[in-house]
Nanobody
């Protein structure tokens, strides 16, 4: 089964930081762009960041630009999302997914594999 596995979530105060990790089962990540998504209660899942297979290019949603950093370590078959200056509105379940391409163009509608369980991020004082 092709699936991504997220970890690293938790409870953090506003202004704090977390680093999420994305691993894969059933395939290796290095040939694919990887996207990070989140879904807050009562809202649709949204794409927030993507990194190309080589790691040479990244995209960010306006809501996280300047605060979140996506990176990857293909030797470890892992993609990371460093989240700094967290806000209350960042509270959500975070997911990663593989893109059916090496690039991020149109990544939100070009995914493959099954969604993982996600990792909960709660920002609260």
């Amino acid at each position: 089964q092709l699936q991504t596995v997220e970890s690293g979530g938790g409870l953090v105060q506003p202004g704090g930081s977390l680093r999420l990790s994305c691993a894969a089962t059933g395939f290796t990540l290095d040939a694919y762009a990887i996207g990070w998504f989140r879904q807050a209660p009562g809202k649709e899942r949204e794409g927030i960041s993507c990194i190309t297979s080589s790691g040479g290019s990244r995209v960010y949603a306006d809501s996280v630009k300047g605060r979140f950093t996506i990176s990857r370590d293909n030797a470890r078959n892992t993609v990371y999302l460093q989240m700094d200056s967290l806000k209350l509105e960042d509270t959500a379940i975070y997911y990663c997914a593989a893109v059916a391409s090496y690039h991020c163009s149109g990544y939100m509608s070009n995914l493959f594999g099954s969604w993982g369980q996600g990792t909960q991020v709660t920002v609260s004082s």
